[in-house]
């Protein structure tokens, strides 16, 4: 899914959060366009950059990936 702001809904993990094969997932959401992807993963691959700086963001270690701001989802 394509959206105004130029990025995409990559793909969507079921509710449970369970990866198979490799745990739970944390659902994250960019602050600026209040999309709300299902993993780290999953924003890192819309946005076009690795997990791990989603995570950096979403912890505060950097303030943001990609020049977007990031946090855990509730």
Same mark, same amino acid.
């Given at each position: 899914?394509?959206? $105004?702001? !130029?990025? &995409? $809904?990559?793909? +969507? #993990? @079921?509710?449970? !959060?369970?990866? @198979? !094969? !490799?745990? %739970? *997932? +944390? &659902?994250? +959401?960019?602050?600026? %366009?209040?999309?709300?992807? @299902? =993993?780290? +993963? /999953? /924003?890192? $691959? /819309?946005?076009?950059? *690795?997990? =791990? %700086?989603?995570?950096?963001?979403? %912890? $505060? =270690?950097s303030?943001t /990936?990609?020049? #977007?701001?990031?946090?855990? *989802? &509730?």
């Open positions: 899914v394509q959206f $105004e702001s !130029g990025y &995409r $809904e990559v793909y +969507k #993990l @079921p509710e449970s !959060g369970f990866i @198979p !094969g !490799g745990g %739970t *997932a +944390k &659902r994250v +959401k960019c602050v600026e %366009t209040g999309i709300v992807y @299902p =993993s780290m +993963k /999953a /924003a890192g $691959e /819309a946005v076009g950059c *690795a997990p =791990s %700086t989603i995570y950096d963001a979403c %912890t $505060e =270690s303030k /990936a990609k020049n #977007l701001h990031w946090e855990y *989802a &509730r």
